[in-house]
């Protein structure tokens, strides 16, 4: 859940008109125009890349490719092989590996991670802090927060024993604080025909980042919450919990931990608790459980949707739900989240005959807009107040993408060469392979374009492309194909960062496949590259990794 205020101004500022050409903002820059605003100086740079990378002579090379019996990672501009024990950089042109550990054993297994930066204009108190650092989650319940650029750990925090095995980290508020989440607690058959009975489902641990500290631990009780809790989830402040009827409710969690904490612990400090004496965080103790909570708490809001699909964002604040029954499946209501009014226009709708269904969310460039992905179709909807009516908000269209599919032909009626008329049986789905189909929508933030991949089947291959879009108005900048086949049966994920594009493949049997692009000036030899024929590649071993480079 990703609340989307009122930040429209901020991208309108950043379109501000009289944008000056590259070669102007260039000497403004060298006369010191910028000196006295870094964040003025780079937003210039950002929108210097930004007018270089949409030219028409600027291609993307795939530089090199490397191939994994693991999962593959990626976060700012390193790649994360081996669970975590391997790291290259993805900015050079060869691949330049910033740190090889050993081979870890199973009890030191990652299980996830999260890539913390240095908050600006903030002392902290260590120099490694101002550094880019992984927290990782182990399997044995150790929290570690390791170099980006080495892997050498910095700090080390046990969580809890046997009790819990703690599974999942995200953010509650981006950089700032962090949620460490417990697989939900199962009782052994045996146990349960037993009739012992489990009443605790998740433990949820709270941290501040830079400088790590402990906010709390609570569990989720289905005394409390209910029996058929299955998920739950901290968010911008908010404690959501999951129904397995489809219902979501939403409760202040800052008012929770004020409420029903016992006692605050700081890590590394010595507790006496409920009769044991350890160190915070220190192994065999870990983190004492603080928030308990004794009673239900005060709802803020309720909700019931399909597979508990919920969220918050838009200006005035709305949500989207799916309504609760199956045959909704794929329609989307928008409604108001101050008086659960529908918006005008407010069912969306695309009617798809697909195998995999059209999803929507709120746009990520916190201008309160709304993306609705389709097999052939992509909507930019926004928020607007109804004429005459300034309390009742309708939905209106922004601006659409269309899928490129002036070739397919899907007539239910041919003629054969001898004069025989065939009439076909079925149709086409909107999401057929051999029909151009988008698979991925993102947004780059920094660049302020909006990217897309969309992949057609030609013969026995799939061919991707990745498109970016203007943010503002969805005018197409620039298309960049993918040279490797795209299998549409397999997982895929593209990141596009800056001047780096990348795509992770998975593979059937657990093989993952990177393929690395990068930003260069168009010359005859890259054109040729460019090309889906077969070019030259050299294999050449790194730390113990084969990779592939053009």
């Not at 911008?236 to 612990?265: C, D, K, T």
């Not at 004794?294 to 200006?315: M, R, V, W």
């Not at 179709?377 to 109804?386: N, S, W």
């Not at 302020?448 to 969309?454: G, K, M, P, Q």
Request: charged share 25%; proline share 4%.
């Amino acid at each position: 859940m990703c609340p989307q205020a009122a930040a429209g101004g901020r991208r309108a500022a950043s379109r501000a008109p009289g944008a000056h050409n590259v070669c102007r903002l260039l000497t403004r820059r060298a006369h010191g125009f910028y000196a006295r605003d870094a964040g003025v100086a780079h937003r210039k740079n950002l929108g210097l890349l930004r007018k270089i990378l949409c030219q028409e002579s600027t291609k993307f090379k795939n530089v090199w490719t490397t191939h994994s019996a693991s999962p593959i990672a990626y976060e700012r501009g390193r790649i994360y092989l081996d669970n975590y024990q391997c790291c290259i950089s993805s900015i050079a042109q060869e691949p330049r590996i910033l740190y090889q550990k050993p081979k870890c054993s199973k009890s030191e297994k990652i299980e996830d991670a999260l890539l913390l930066e240095c908050p600006l204009g903030e002392m902290l108190p260590s120099p490694s802090d101002y550094k880019s650092s992984l927290i990782v989650l182990t399997v044995q319940n150790w929290l570690l927060r390791l170099s980006a650029d080495s892997g050498e750990i910095l700090e080390k925090i046990y969580l809890a024993g046997s009790c819990c095995k703690f599974r999942y980290l995200s953010w509650d508020t981006p950089q700032e604080v962090m949620v460490v989440k417990s697989a939900q607690n199962k009782l052994p058959a045996a146990a349960r025909q037993a009739g012992i009975q489990q009443s605790v489902l998740f433990y949820l641990a709270v941290f501040q980042v830079l400088p790590l500290s402990f906010i709390g631990m609570l569990e989720i009780n289905k005394k409390i919450f209910g029996n058929s809790v299955t998920d739950v989830a901290v968010s911008n402040g908010i404690l959501i919990v999951m129904y397995s009827v489809g219902l979501v409710r939403l409760y202040n969690f800052q008012a929770i931990s004020e409420q029903f904490m016992e006692q605050p612990f700081d890590l590394g400090h010595e507790f006496n608790w409920n009769g044991q004496v350890g160190v915070v965080g220190k192994y065999p103790f870990g983190l004492p459980c603080n928030i308990k909570i004794t009673d239900t708490p005060p709802l803020l809001f309720e909700a019931s949707s399909l597979e508990n699909a919920f969220q918050i964002g838009g200006y005035p604040w709305h949500y989207i739900i799916t309504p609760n029954k199956k045959k909704h499946k794929g329609v989307f209501h928008i409604c108001s989240l101050k008086d659960n009014a529908l918006a005008k226009n407010g069912i969306q709708d695309m009617k798809c005959c697909s195998l995999e269904p059209d999803w929507i969310y709120f746009h990520p460039d916190m201008s309160g807009r709304i993306i609705h992905v389709g097999p052939n179709l992509i909507k930019v909807l926004k928020l607007k107040e109804v004429k005459n009516n300034t309390d009742q908000m309708e939905i209106a269209e922004d601006f659409t993408i269309v899928a490129n599919r002036e070739n397919s032909v899907n007539n239910a009626v041919t003629v054969t060469a001898s004069g025989r008329v065939v009439k076909k049986r079925f149709n086409l789905l909107d999401d057929d392979p051999e029909q151009e189909t988008f698979k991925i929508v993102d947004y780059e933030d920094e660049l302020d374009l909006l990217s897309t991949v969309a992949v057609t089947e030609i013969g026995a291959d799939g061919r991707a492309h990745l498109d970016f879009h203007c943010n503002e108005h969805g005018i197409l900048l620039k298309s960049i194909p993918l040279l490797e086949s795209w299998d549409v049966t397999y997982s895929h994920e593209v990141y596009f960062d800056k001047d780096l594009v990348l795509h992770i493949e998975q593979k059937p049997n657990r093989r993952f496949s990177c393929y690395v692009y990068q930003m260069v000036c168009d010359t005859a030899k890259d054109d040729e590259s460019s090309s889906h024929e077969k070019t030259e590649r050299v294999f050449c071993k790194k730390g113990g990794r084969i990779f592939e480079c053009i």
